[in-house]
């Protein structure tokens, strides 16, 4: 009954510090959060012992997952150098340096235990860090670099205390054992959340293939995913649980297909869900931060190893120590980028220190760091009290705390914008082909049988309007967004199709067996166009054999998928997932070279592959009327639009994508969406579908508005 009665007494704190956050705007909501739990720790004299095991699991492990599932894959790719340097050599510098220096201002204070606090207040804290983004324009890389750098620092961190604690507690030290437990968490942490992800997520699909779509269980076991990861990395293989949730996070990035491809509702109601859970987590931390400050600083305030006075110098000297190992290092790092770059024949231009100061200045600590120093044992081996664990644990209390209030005072003089520091939780036609004439549309494009229409033919009707009326308003200048919208539209209907197709048990759907037939004809055509342009000698010849024997593969996958009524062989799954794997590994490191001829010379391979296979389709459906009538229509506007698609795509490589490309995908997306409303209402006004039925209709339309309202905002953050 405490539990609950405590966990009920947060809940309302954290819900306080909000409104009061609003009112009072330039203090941030941690703050505030912090000062109310110290408040009540006070008056009540509430003490509350947290164990550091069940803080990592309830709190960290759902934040650092949710992080993870929202970090730009492509900046952690860019960053990746700098981020793992942050995260690991300049925690153990900080560790090293810190330590050292703290031990010569403080001689009372064990070089090991010094080391220990300079340990766990090394890592930045990525709940805090997340905040700055909502109320500050902070560059773009900053945000990325610090936000990267706290999803992972946690782990060397933490590593870098526990032996600094055992050290102190034994009075030896094995450099040995460090580095072989560091190596050993984080390669089987990175290997459990990955095995584990992909097993999660293959569930997930069976789940909803099987027309098991209820909201509340995908939302369930999306919740309960990170801390099953981490249970099991942390728990029963003894490895990083904070590296198997980050990288479980970032696996999950950008897979909208387990959700509002299918059904976009239940990305809403996923992510509102996690809103909720973010908001109340973050915001419960920062409560328990405060609650824990009378225990942390009591003990020093009695003790007599050093004066209150002394100790507050201590906290402030200490966190400038950091502070200036962390600018130091960023600044270092920032000219040997500028070096590289004028090796490679740029003018040499001087880093802005400024950057350096704000990236510093941004990696705040945060309830990590307390709830380690927390867990600092109260005896050592010999039986006798843990040196200077009361002053240990003043001086990270004090450093947690002049962190946040340094970023939201310097912060805004520097950038010359107002900044709060807060929590994450507060706040079926057919068109022209590029090289043919493909009808556009029959002649009945606008009518519907005469019978009453089933759902699911109501809903592709819909969708088919609003593919009209994209089409209509394809031009010239915004081929990239129609194109990427139409993609999206045909995925679905495609969907909606294969769903409700009857079907034999050992039968391949008619549709499935249309769409494999159609990407054999495509990649006929695409074989033709490589083999083209080695014999121009447009390309070379280890680039024509890979992509040669690429699309041989994806062929033979075709005919085995044909041959055993469309179902893939487990070999022909784990070959299709490698070949991704290695199109996303090839993709990012060809985003480092731009400007090279590998680079360009796979940009032309794409482009006029696509184009070959787009015209070998084109031929075909012109030159056998008759084989043309017998696949569907709708099949092969999909593939039209996969080729438009891919060469578009290739046109656009290597161009920044701007605010008028995202513009006119808002406005794309808001006529297609008209076009589905207009659509429904014909419909419902010729009888063709009933009152309830227009609805539910409309209510799908409008979860799928909100889901597109959600992955722009993700975008733009």
């Known amino acids: 009954m405490e539990l609950i009665e405590s966990i009920m007494a947060m809940v309302a704190l954290v819900i306080l510090g909000s409104v009061i956050n609003r009112y009072l705007v330039v203090v941030p909501v941690a703050l505030i959060q912090a000062a109310l739990g110290l408040i009540v720790a006070l008056t009540f004299k509430v003490e509350l012992q947290v164990s550091t095991d069940w803080f990592m699991l309830l709190f960290m492990a759902p934040l650092l997952f949710n992080d993870g599932r929202h970090y730009p894959k492509r900046q952690l790719w860019y960053l990746r150098g700098p981020i793992l340097g942050n995260a690991v050599l300049l925690v153990l510098a900080s560790t090293l340096i810190g330590g050292w220096l703290f031990h010569l201002l403080s001689p009372s204070t064990p070089l090991a235990a010094a080391f220990a606090l300079a340990a766990i207040l090394s890592p930045t804290d990525l709940i805090a860090v997340q905040g700055l983004a909502a109320r500050i324009h902070l560059p773009r890389t900053v945000l990325n670099l610090v936000s990267g750098e706290s999803m992972i620092n946690d782990a060397s961190g933490l590593i870098s205390f526990k032996y ?18 560091f190596f050993y968490v984080s390669v089987v942490g990175l290997l459990v959340g990955t095995v584990l992800i992909l097993l999660i997520n293959g569930l997930r699909r069976w789940l909803l293939k099987q027309g098991i779509n209820d909201y509340a269980l995908h939302t369930v076991l999306q919740i309960l995913t990170p801390f099953i990861i981490y249970f099991v990395a942390d728990e029963l293989l003894h490895s990083s649980g904070v590296i198997a949730v980050v990288i479980a996070g970032l696996l999950s990035n950008g897979q909208p297909g387990l959700q509002s491809a299918v059904l976009p509702e239940l990305r809403l109601v996923s992510e509102r869900t996690w809103d ?12 328990l931060l405060g609650m824990e400050l009378p225990v942390a600083m009591g003990a020093t305030i009695k003790n007599e190893q050093a004066s209150t006075s002394e100790a507050l110098l201590l906290v402030v000297l200490m966190y400038v120590i950091l502070l200036v190992v962390r600018v130091a290092w960023l600044y270092g ?6 070096r590289r770059s004028q090796r490679r024949g740029q003018a040499w231009r001087w880093p802005p220190f400024q950057q350096a100061v704000v990236t510093g200045i941004s990696g705040v600590r945060g309830a990590i760091t307390l709830i380690g120093v927390l867990s600092l044992p109260l005896t050592v081996a010999g039986g006798d009290g843990f040196p200077g664990r009361a002053l240990i644990l003043f001086v990270a209390a004090g450093v947690v705390i002049l962190s946040l209030v340094v970023a939201s005072i310097a912060l805004p003089i520097i950038t010359r914008e107002r900044v709060v520091v807060q929590g994450r939780g507060d706040s079926a036609a057919l068109a022209a082909a590029d090289q043919g004439d493909l009808d556009d549309t029959d002649d009945d494009e606008d009518e519907v049988a005469a019978a009453q229409l089933s759902f699911p033919e109501a809903q592709s009707y819909t969708l088919q309007s609003a593919v009209r009326m ?8 915004n081929q990239k967004p129609a194109l990427d919208l139409l993609a999206e539209y045909q995925a679905r209907i495609r969907r909606l199709a294969f769903i409700n197709a009857d079907k034999p048990d050992d039968a391949i759907p008619p549709l499935l067996a249309d769409e494999l037939n159609l990407r054999r004809i495509g990649l006929t055509g695409e ?11 447009r390309i070379l010849a280890d680039t024509y054999i890979e992509t040669r024997d690429r699309i041989q593969q994806r062929v033979e996958d075709i005919d085995r998928s044909l041959a055993h009524a469309g179902r893939r062989s487990v070999s022909a799954w784990f070959r299709h997932r490698w070949r991704q794997i290695k199109r996303g590994v090839a993709h990012l490191r060809l985003i480092d070279r731009r400007d090279g001829h590998h680079y360009s010379e796979q940009l032309l391979v794409e482009k006029e592959t696509a184009k070959g296979g787009l015209k070998h389709l084109s031929a075909v459906m012109r030159q056998q009327p008759e084989q043309a009538q017998q696949y569907d229509r709708q099949m092969v506007y999909a593939q039209v639009v996969h080729y438009r698609n891919r060469i578009a795509n290739a046109k656009a490589a290597g161009k920044k994508r701007n605010t008028d490309y995202d513009d006119e995908l808002r406005r794309l997306r808001l006529l297609g969406f008209a076009a589905e409303r207009t659509a429904i209402r014909r419909l419902m006004d010729n009888g063709y579908i009933t009152t309830g039925m227009a609805t539910k209709l409309s209510a799908d339309v409008s979860y799928t508005e909100n889901a597109a309202n959600l992955a722009d905002v993700d975008d733009a953050s």
């Open 164 to 181: 600094a604690v055992a050290a102190a507690v034994s009075g030896t030290f094995i450099l040995q054992n460090a580095v072989r437990d």
């Open 276 to 287: 909720i859970v973010v908001y109340l987590l973050n915001g419960i931390i920062f409560v």
């Open 333 to 338: 790092n920032m000219l040997l980028t500028a």
């Open 470 to 477: 994209i089409e209509s308003e394809r031009r010239t200048e």
């Open 527 to 537: 074989q033709q166009a490589l083999t083209q342009l080695w014999r121009e000698g």
